[in-house]
Protein backbone atom coordinates (compact mmCIF):
# COMPACT_ATOMS: atom_id res chain seq x y z
CA UNK A 1 0.00 0.00 0.00
CA UNK A 2 1.22 3.71 -0.60
CA UNK A 3 2.71 5.47 2.74
CA UNK A 4 4.41 8.30 3.40
CA UNK A 5 6.42 8.98 6.41
CA UNK A 6 7.83 12.12 7.37
CA UNK A 7 10.88 11.34 9.40
CA UNK A 8 11.68 12.98 13.31
CA UNK A 9 8.52 13.64 14.50
CA UNK A 10 10.00 16.83 15.73
CA UNK A 11 12.74 18.99 14.81
CA UNK A 12 14.42 21.99 17.42
CA UNK A 13 17.09 24.24 15.69
CA UNK A 14 18.87 27.29 16.88
CA UNK A 15 17.75 30.69 15.09
CA UNK A 16 19.69 31.82 12.06
CA UNK A 17 20.20 28.03 11.07
CA UNK A 18 18.80 26.02 8.05
CA UNK A 19 15.75 23.31 8.93
CA UNK A 20 15.87 20.72 6.87
CA UNK A 21 12.86 18.32 6.92
CA UNK A 22 12.50 15.15 4.73
CA UNK A 23 9.62 13.58 2.96
CA UNK A 24 10.12 10.15 1.83
CA UNK A 25 6.88 7.53 0.18
CA UNK A 26 6.65 4.19 -1.17
CA UNK A 27 4.51 2.61 -3.40
CA UNK A 28 3.52 6.06 -5.25
CA UNK A 29 4.83 7.34 -8.61
CA UNK A 30 3.53 10.63 -7.72
CA UNK A 31 3.35 13.51 -10.55
CA UNK A 32 3.66 15.97 -7.93
CA UNK A 33 4.10 16.75 -4.17
CA UNK A 34 3.42 19.34 -2.06
CA UNK A 35 4.30 20.85 0.94
CA UNK A 36 1.45 22.90 3.82
CA UNK A 37 2.16 24.48 7.03
CA UNK A 38 0.45 24.43 9.71
CA UNK A 39 -0.35 25.77 13.06
CA UNK A 40 -2.07 24.73 16.72
CA UNK A 41 -5.62 24.55 16.29
CA UNK A 42 -5.53 25.59 12.50
CA UNK A 43 -5.91 24.29 9.14
CA UNK A 44 -3.10 23.46 7.25
CA UNK A 45 -1.98 26.39 4.58
CA UNK A 46 -0.49 25.59 0.89
CA UNK A 47 3.39 26.56 0.55
CA UNK A 48 5.00 24.62 -2.29
CA UNK A 49 4.35 22.57 -5.35
CA UNK A 50 7.35 20.60 -6.70
CA UNK A 51 6.27 18.68 -10.40
CA UNK A 52 8.44 15.41 -10.80
CA UNK A 53 10.19 16.58 -13.90
CA UNK A 54 11.75 19.34 -11.86
CA UNK A 55 14.37 18.53 -9.30
CA UNK A 56 14.40 21.98 -6.72
CA UNK A 57 12.14 24.95 -6.61
CA UNK A 58 12.49 28.16 -4.13
CA UNK A 59 10.17 30.45 -2.73
CA UNK A 60 11.88 33.27 -0.50
CA UNK A 61 13.43 31.55 2.05
CA UNK A 62 11.75 28.13 1.34
CA UNK A 63 13.61 25.33 -0.57
CA UNK A 64 12.38 21.94 -2.01
CA UNK A 65 13.95 19.22 -3.44
CA UNK A 66 11.94 15.93 -5.01
CA UNK A 67 14.32 13.00 -6.15
CA UNK A 68 11.89 10.55 -7.89
CA UNK A 69 14.65 7.65 -7.91
CA UNK A 70 15.21 8.11 -4.09
CA UNK A 71 11.35 8.73 -3.80
CA UNK A 72 12.07 11.51 -1.07
CA UNK A 73 11.80 15.31 -1.07
CA UNK A 74 13.83 17.69 1.12
CA UNK A 75 12.30 20.95 2.31
CA UNK A 76 14.60 23.57 3.63
CA UNK A 77 14.10 26.87 5.76
CA UNK A 78 16.85 28.75 5.50
CA UNK A 79 17.68 31.54 8.38
CA UNK A 80 15.00 30.26 10.41
CA UNK A 81 13.32 32.81 12.48
CA UNK A 82 10.78 31.68 15.83
CA UNK A 83 7.78 32.31 13.64
CA UNK A 84 8.63 29.71 11.74
CA UNK A 85 7.99 27.20 14.21
CA UNK A 86 4.96 25.20 13.01
CA UNK A 87 4.07 22.03 12.25
CA UNK A 88 5.05 20.80 8.41
CA UNK A 89 2.94 18.10 5.91
CA UNK A 90 4.04 16.85 3.04
CA UNK A 91 1.25 15.69 0.73
CA UNK A 92 1.01 13.26 -2.44
CA UNK A 93 -1.96 13.08 -4.92
CA UNK A 94 -4.53 10.73 -5.66
CA UNK A 95 -6.53 10.20 -9.06
CA UNK A 96 -9.43 12.95 -8.37
CA UNK A 97 -6.60 15.34 -6.78
CA UNK A 98 -7.63 14.05 -3.72
CA UNK A 99 -4.23 14.29 -1.19
CA UNK A 100 -2.39 12.09 1.28
CA UNK A 101 -0.82 13.66 4.07
CA UNK A 102 2.36 12.82 5.85
CA UNK A 103 1.75 13.11 9.60
CA UNK A 104 3.95 15.76 10.01
CA UNK A 105 7.03 17.39 11.09
CA UNK A 106 6.80 19.85 14.30
CA UNK A 107 9.45 22.27 13.82
CA UNK A 108 10.63 25.04 16.85
CA UNK A 109 13.28 27.72 15.70
CA UNK A 110 14.62 28.52 19.32
CA UNK A 111 15.60 32.04 19.51
CA UNK B 1 -11.17 36.25 -3.84
CA UNK B 2 -12.00 32.71 -2.11
CA UNK B 3 -12.97 32.39 0.84
CA UNK B 4 -14.54 28.82 3.20
CA UNK B 5 -16.42 28.98 5.67
CA UNK B 6 -16.96 26.30 8.29
CA UNK B 7 -19.31 26.43 11.18
CA UNK B 8 -19.32 25.94 13.93
CA UNK B 9 -16.05 26.32 15.04
CA UNK B 10 -16.27 24.02 18.47
CA UNK B 11 -18.64 21.44 19.45
CA UNK B 12 -19.04 19.38 22.33
CA UNK B 13 -21.91 16.28 21.93
CA UNK B 14 -22.83 13.27 24.14
CA UNK B 15 -22.43 9.75 22.28
CA UNK B 16 -25.25 8.70 20.10
CA UNK B 17 -26.34 12.52 19.45
CA UNK B 18 -26.45 13.10 15.56
CA UNK B 19 -23.66 15.67 13.62
CA UNK B 20 -23.93 17.76 11.06
CA UNK B 21 -20.98 20.21 10.04
CA UNK B 22 -21.54 22.84 6.76
CA UNK B 23 -18.94 23.99 4.85
CA UNK B 24 -19.61 26.42 2.14
CA UNK B 25 -16.84 28.34 -0.37
CA UNK B 26 -17.27 31.68 -1.88
CA UNK B 27 -15.53 33.15 -5.12
CA UNK B 28 -15.19 30.18 -7.08
CA UNK B 29 -17.60 27.53 -8.80
CA UNK B 30 -17.49 23.86 -9.10
CA UNK B 31 -14.90 23.54 -6.63
CA UNK B 32 -12.94 19.74 -5.32
CA UNK B 33 -14.34 19.60 -1.93
CA UNK B 34 -13.03 17.57 1.18
CA UNK B 35 -13.33 16.86 4.05
CA UNK B 36 -10.40 15.29 6.96
CA UNK B 37 -10.28 14.67 9.93
CA UNK B 38 -7.00 14.98 12.45
CA UNK B 39 -6.66 13.40 16.06
CA UNK B 40 -5.02 15.03 18.12
CA UNK B 41 -1.08 15.00 17.48
CA UNK B 42 -2.11 13.19 14.21
CA UNK B 43 -2.10 13.65 10.78
CA UNK B 44 -4.58 14.42 8.74
CA UNK B 45 -7.35 11.69 7.27
CA UNK B 46 -9.13 12.12 4.32
CA UNK B 47 -13.06 11.03 4.96
CA UNK B 48 -14.82 12.80 1.43
CA UNK B 49 -13.75 14.41 -1.57
CA UNK B 50 -16.45 15.44 -4.01
CA UNK B 51 -16.66 16.52 -7.58
CA UNK B 52 -19.31 17.80 -7.94
CA UNK B 53 -23.10 18.37 -6.77
CA UNK B 54 -24.25 14.88 -5.88
CA UNK B 55 -20.96 13.55 -5.99
CA UNK B 56 -19.18 11.87 -3.06
CA UNK B 57 -16.84 8.91 -2.76
CA UNK B 58 -15.71 7.89 0.74
CA UNK B 59 -12.24 6.86 2.11
CA UNK B 60 -12.67 5.20 5.05
CA UNK B 61 -16.02 2.95 6.50
CA UNK B 62 -17.15 4.53 9.45
CA UNK B 63 -20.58 5.85 10.82
CA UNK B 64 -19.95 9.17 8.95
CA UNK B 65 -21.59 10.55 5.90
CA UNK B 66 -21.08 13.43 3.68
CA UNK B 67 -23.58 15.25 0.94
CA UNK B 68 -23.31 17.99 -1.26
CA UNK B 69 -26.45 19.71 -2.00
CA UNK B 70 -24.86 22.53 -4.18
CA UNK B 71 -22.19 23.38 -6.32
CA UNK B 72 -20.03 24.80 -2.70
CA UNK B 73 -22.19 23.74 0.25
CA UNK B 74 -20.57 20.36 1.81
CA UNK B 75 -22.09 18.73 4.66
CA UNK B 76 -20.54 16.31 7.10
CA UNK B 77 -23.15 13.94 8.98
CA UNK B 78 -23.82 10.91 11.46
CA UNK B 79 -26.77 9.46 12.92
CA UNK B 80 -24.77 8.46 15.88
CA UNK B 81 -22.20 9.65 17.07
CA UNK B 82 -19.05 7.55 18.67
CA UNK B 83 -16.40 8.53 21.23
CA UNK B 84 -13.85 8.03 18.25
CA UNK B 85 -15.33 10.45 16.38
CA UNK B 86 -13.99 13.13 18.40
CA UNK B 87 -11.53 15.26 16.46
CA UNK B 88 -10.64 18.30 14.47
CA UNK B 89 -12.74 18.16 11.33
CA UNK B 90 -11.62 20.31 8.38
CA UNK B 91 -12.83 20.63 5.03
CA UNK B 92 -11.19 21.97 2.00
CA UNK B 93 -11.15 23.07 -1.92
CA UNK B 94 -9.17 22.59 -4.74
CA UNK B 95 -10.15 23.64 -8.27
CA UNK B 96 -9.18 25.16 -11.82
CA UNK B 97 -5.86 24.56 -12.86
CA UNK B 98 -4.18 24.24 -9.49
CA UNK B 99 -3.73 21.14 -7.46
CA UNK B 100 -2.88 23.02 -4.12
CA UNK B 101 -5.86 22.79 -1.45
CA UNK B 102 -7.44 25.67 0.74
CA UNK B 103 -8.91 24.30 4.03
CA UNK B 104 -10.92 26.19 6.02
CA UNK B 105 -10.63 26.65 10.00
CA UNK B 106 -12.08 23.69 11.20
CA UNK B 107 -14.62 22.34 13.84
CA UNK B 108 -13.31 21.12 17.14
CA UNK B 109 -15.30 18.34 17.90
CA UNK B 110 -15.43 16.44 21.23
CA UNK B 111 -17.76 13.66 22.03
CA UNK B 112 -18.62 12.76 25.52
Known amino acids: SQKIEQNSEALNIQEGKTATLTCNYTNYSPAYLQWYRQDPGRGPVFLLLIRENEKEKRKERLKVTFDTTLKQSLFHITASQPADSATYLC??????????FGSGTQLTVLP | SQTIHQWPATLVQPVGSPLSLECTVEGTSNPNLYWYRQAAGRGLQLLFYSVGIGQISSEVPQNLSASRPQDRQFILSSKKLLLSDSGFYLCAWSGGASYEQYFGPGTRLTVT
Open chain 1, 91 to 100: ALPGSARQLT
